[in-house]
């Protein structure tokens, strides 16, 4: 991974681009991404990807790969049969040629499950790792960060993908900048990740004070099929919830009339 | 509406609450909203309120009600028979005591439908009246200020509530902030909102550099139904889509590598 | 409504369009419906119209028009406070000349709430009442049959919308036929609707056992915007849940294998 | 695959469960499944699972297993790249003890793709192949059988998977039953899938004249997690378009008068 430390010295500012395929791949090293984080199923929010999509991508692009493992949507309480399941598909994505990988996993308390995480690493052998949003859904950031610091050996997991546990880095920007001292000092790179645009890098870079900065970067593409049967949906689809209401809040109302004193 | 503008002066900051029931009504005035945006199917982004609602709002609080009026969901291309109903709407809402209008309508090329918005002015008599988020679908958004400002008589259109033409007040802030001078060249009071909350209320006055901000603040209740049936579901669903992919694009990874090395 | 009960006597096959704007009742009653149900906002199930849209569409249309009261989304559980906006914008819509209305409320047992319905009823004058789907959403449906029949006077309530406690009115149509002795025995109409189709009328009609079905019978229809800013989302997104998954469930599957067992 | 043959010689109705998970595989076998489909992410339909996926499932339950290789969401024109992911994902799978599989490939007309089929057909080998519901999207269901048929050698293709070109396979039912001669004639075993439930299953199997039923069975299972941070929304959400209406259609609304006066 020498040509991509080069490069990172040269630039200080790293853009990883999350991508779950082959055109995406070309597109992203073509616009100047630094680093691949390969998934299936971004609409999921990413799941390992399989090692046919794998040798194509590490095939295609000349950048450093990096294999996201999430055997499934939803949270990151893994069972044992989940944890063996991630092992399995490191292995077989290592012999692809995949030259990194995105891992995670917390307990039932949201803190890091340092025994699944011991498996997972273990498995990965000396290749880079990067603790993904997991992150975000962590009872205690600062803790987490000292965990994934000592417990598994110094810079063993180099890096942190987060959103400062908020639906969008540009939203999270002050907490993962409020996290720089406390990642400094555990040897862990920050990277900001979830809804990065054109228009907030900048401002995301900027005000959450990191040098890695994470995108997908898509836009929408037409389908090339001439006959299309618009009847037919093959993914499952979303329902208002008929049980529960959304109410304004006076206590809501109330914190964000506090939040605006201060900007007075 | 003594009361308000009196308000307004001691406490520079004005924080609007959209609601669309009296239960939420009563908790935004609890919790110290400024004034309400009264409107129905929040889900949709806001629809007309009924005169029913209007009256049960009224009278259940002290601060002023401003009626959303927007008859349907889509775009803010009114026809004829919709500016009518519109029309229609604002005098029996006027009947219910609603001490403003929220209104907008657009032109097929993106700019302020001024004969549109003429009737609805018309109709709205004396009464402080905002320009809705219509604004954030304008082609130009300096243009439609000036129209705001001039086509109507001077301060008939008091205010405009935007996000900066983007999906949320935080993403648009510097968009709302470099169209201060504009608005207030043009007596117009720029509101924010969009995605508001306790934890970005402050970042987005300050930001955008607004007086006054407009959220809904609203939390999940769960319904008080012992007996649910979940086999049923009264609303439309939303299913992603056959017939196009999201894929990274070259051109969009660039702008944000270009965008980042602005931070540098 | 002579020309209504005259039309449902020669062709004993009555068909509701479900309309939330003029051009889809001038669209209805051109394709042939034989009455209207107007409400405002479909894709949450349908909510009370504005009486400039109740106006609009009466004005429009020469087929009878009956008025949805909903006052929101979600559960048919009603506070004080909604059953007053609801008599009071049934009062409101019976002066626009809508001709019946379409009520609903449920006590948290899953029960028809008599007390509610007795004062929507007396609001709603002599006006014919539907029972709307809160009727998908009771605890037992032939209990909430013999309420409304015989609760409020015989022949009250007319005709109730129902979808057989199912998502859609073809699943439910086995249930809405094994109910139609009980609704007949009550002086009731069943009216199906859920899902309604071109492809699926005839065998809901038939399964059913009914006389009158219900459906909106949309199509997409472009926005006539030139200029689109496609960054906006004026309505609230439907996100996937973190933290429930499905799971194939054993007894579902033996379920499903004995419904199957009885069809050899 | 002696075992399973021989089930469904005793048995005519055979059930197959689609599993994205080992719990799931679990469940479906102790519930009665007869085999499985195995894929990951569900929520997009289905895309192909990794091989830790595949070995812990095939581990995991006694009944055949077999694989859907689709390798994303959206529709079914493939490029070469994604096809030779699917053939190297085929070639894993195989090696994990997956004992089917289950594929499909259109061309942009709305055919069956023959070549795309031809190279995943010779990486499946000797093992039974589906043909999944890229069928539902084809321009003529027909002659795609008659392809499936009769342009890869007889009974290379034993299955096809569909609901009938209608969003799920009770809608499908008349469709199906219309297609059983063709399918006969050609050795393929038409296999209903599409929302079957317990409720359901009886009638589709009866109305679409199938012997073979796919389901998934499942049910919302509440995460173990104590710890929640219900800021963070890690999939994408899906948000109401702005720039297309639906309308009532005049024709649709005939189309269902004229189907119902089919049922008098």
Redo the contacts between chains.
């Keep these: 991974h020498v040509f991509w430390k080069e490069r990172t010295q040269h ?3 790293v ?1 990883e ?1 999350c ?7 070309a ?2 090293q ?4 630094d680093r691949l984080e390969l998934c ?14 794998a ?2 991508v590490v095939c ?1 692009v000349s950048i450093p790969v990096f294999a996201l493992v999430r ?5 990151f ?1 893994f ?1 044992e ?2 944890v ?6 490191i292995e ?1 994505l290592r012999a692809c040629g995949i030259q990194g990988f995105v891992i995670g996993a ?1 307990n ?3 803190d890091v499950d340092t025994a699944a995480m011991k498996k997972l690493l273990a498995a990965c052998g000396p290749l880079p790792v990067t603790f993904h ?1 997991a992150f ?4 205690d950031m600062r803790a987490a960060l000292a965990t994934l610091g000592t417990a598994f050996g110094a810079n063993r997991v180099q890096r942190v993908l987060t ?1 400062g ?3 969008t880095a ?2 999270g920007a ?1 907490v993962i900048c409020s996290l720089a001292a406390t990642a400094r000092e555990h040897g862990i790179t920050l990277m900001a990740g979830g809804g ?8 995301i ?2 005000e959450a004070g990191v040098v890695e ?1 994470h ?50």
């Design positions: 630039n200080p500012l853009l681009v991508v779950d395929s082959v055109a995406s791949a597109q992203a073509q616009g100047g991404a299936c199923a971004l609409s999921e929010g990413g799941l390992t990807p399989t090692v046919g999509l040798k194509a295609a055997p499934r949507a939803g949270d309480l069972s049969a989940e063996q399941i991630m092992v399995d598909d077989a917390l039932a308390d949201g949003r975000d859904m962590v009872r959103s546990g908020r639906a540009l939203e002050p990065v645009s054109e228009h907030n890098a900048q401002r870079a900027s900065v995108c997908s970067a898509r836009a929408s593409v037409d389908s090339a099929m001439g006959f299309r049967n618009t009847a037919v949906h093959m993914g499952a689809g979303l329902f208002p919830p008929e049980f529960s209401h959304k109410r304004a809040s006076a206590p809501r109302v109330q914190a964000i009339k506090h939040a605006l004193s201060a900007a007075e």
